[in-house]
């Protein structure tokens, strides 16, 4: 199937732009772990992608406005907060 063929080349490239410290590869990454797209659902592959997007890498801010959800999702609103209010100032309004 074509859609297979072009999923599968877009993960290749995308891992080895997240290995040179691409951040929205990294993104990319992420939702494909968190949808299974072309790759098994693996919620710590996930995780990993979407830290490494928002925080270590470059401060992708729709992936730390990701992480934010994350944490309410966890009841850990302050964590939340602080993730938004970085979001806020990167210039991110989703």
């Known amino acids: 199937m074509q859609i ?8 290749e490239v995308w891992t080895k732009a997240a290995e040179l410290g691409d951040a929205d590869a990294h993104l990319e990454l992420s939702r494909l772990y968190r ?4 790759v098994e659902k693996v919620k710590k592959k996930e ?7 928002a925080i270590a890498i470059a401060g992708h801010p729709y992936a730390r406005h990701n992480l934010a ?3 309410v999702q966890n009841s850990r609103f302050e964590r939340a907060v ?3 209010i970085i979001v ?3 210039g991110f309004d989703p």
């Not at 995780?47 to 997007?53: F, G, L, V």
């Open 4 to 11: 297979g063929r072009e999923l599968k080349g877009a993960f």
């Open 35 to 38: 949808k299974g797209l072309g």
């Open 47 to 53: 995780s990993y992608h979407t830290d490494e997007a």
């Open 69 to 71: 959800n994350y944490e």
């Open 82 to 84: 602080k993730h938004w």
């Open 88 to 90: 806020a100032n990167l």
